[in-house]
């Protein structure tokens, strides 16, 4: 795929939004449990 040509990168944009709009849910979850996980006084995992 040329990406230096209008329908490229049309193309490469529309192939980039799904995998985008995943890591944005993965990321606000990961928040979200962290959050609920401190407030409730739980163990976060990791090193210590």
Do not use: F, N, Y
Request: hydrophobic share 40%; aromatic share 2%; proline share 4%.
């Amino acid at each position: 795929m040329d990406t230096a040509t209008p329908m490229g990168s049309m193309v490469s944009t529309v192939m980039a939004a799904p995998a985008q709009r995943e890591l944005e849910i993965k990321r606000e979850l990961l928040t979200d449990s962290v959050a609920k996980r401190r407030a409730a006084d739980k163990d976060l995992g990791g090193w210590r």
